[in-house]
């Protein structure tokens, strides 16, 4: 848009609903904020239904929430580098880098529920079949989830492929459980998937970002991970960070099942593959 998106919402502020305009205040004074919020997590924060932000979003000319978070994300990246050039701050962008992966993995076991995740560990144990589902950079997660799960004699199976992924779910059946990664939460693709293989039996694992948003609806068992992304950093290495942590510590909690067997499946694993290395 043309015009400072702050100052679009106030030219707009009149001609909206009471409701609306709730909306509307809570974003012009927590700007920076909101951008991390999906719409779920705004609607409660200005109280109001999930319908009137998208109502908001079209009254200021928007197709949907993630267009206006764009946008959004946009303006408080342009008064951020402004900012910093009036301030004549340099930022050293390696201790950025590296201060933020640190963070996300103490925000992430702060965030870890415990009893959640060893029920997660237990229904993978006693699964049938374990498939990974992601699209994107969450895709990339779920083929080193596969290949993490290989190396602890785990077998599993995760494609990237859109019609794959929907056969594969409408495969599962009671017994079978499926884990979706989404840093947002509101990925259509692998929430339709997710449904599908709960609609045939399949429990259902979610591990996302955000609390409150539709893959929790679907989930049975719901693992939180830290680094929410502003709609500009899609697939940054810090949510990807938080995603391979929690794979991590489920293979830790599948390997202390039984040490004995871990230990020859990595074995084994690793000499597969020693004559392909020089």
């Given amino acids: 848009m043309c015009m400072d998106l702050m100052a679009e919402i106030t030219s707009f502020y009149p001609s909206l609903t009471k409701s609306e305009q709730k ?11 909101v951008l991390y919020y999906s719409v779920t997590e705004l609607a ?35 008064k951020k580098a402004d900012s910093a ?16 992966a640190v963070e996300v993995l103490q925000v992430s076991l702060s965030l870890l529920d415990k009893n959640k995740l060893q029920a997660a560990i237990d229904l993978i144990d006693q699964a049938r ?39 594969s779910a409408v495969l599962l059946e009671d017994g079978d459980v499926a884990v979706g990664f989404s840093v947002s939460g509101s990925t259509k ?26 893959i929790t ?5 719901v693992l939180l991970t830290a680094g929410k992304e502003s709609p500009l950093e899609g697939g940054s290495i810090t949510a990807k960070i938080s995603q391979l942590f929690v794979i991590d510590l489920i293979c830790e909690g599948l390997s202390l099942k039984d040490l004995e067997k871990t230990k020859t499946m990595k074995e084994k694993t690793a000499r597969a593959v020693i004559d392909k290395i020089y």
């Avoid at 909306?23 to 904020?33: E, I, S």
């Avoid at 609806?217 to 068992?221: E, K, R, V």
């Fill in 23 to 33: 909306v509307a205040r809570h974003v012009l004074d927590y700007a920076d904020k």
């Fill in 85 to 100: 050039a009036l301030a004549g701050k340099e930022i050293d962008f390696t201790e950025k880098v590296c201060n933020n």
């Fill in 217 to 221: 609806g679907i989930a049975d068992i």
């Fill in 44 to 78: 409660e924060a200005s109280n109001v239904g999930e319908t009137t932000v998208i109502r908001f979003c079209r009254k200021i000319r928007f197709k949907g929430y993630q267009e206006f978070r764009l946008a959004l994300a946009q303006s408080q990246s342009m």
């Fill in 189 to 214: 693709d692998t929430n339709e998937i997710l449904a599908k293989a709960k609609n045939n039996g399949a429990k259902v694992i979610a591990i996302t970002n955000y609390a409150k948003s539709p």
């Fill in 129 to 167: 079949h374990i498939q990974f589902f992601g699209v994107g950079a969450s895709g990339i997660t779920a083929l080193d989830a596969k290949n993490r799960f290989l190396r602890v004699g785990r077998r599993s199976d995760a494609t990237t492929d859109s019609h794959i992924q929907a056969m």
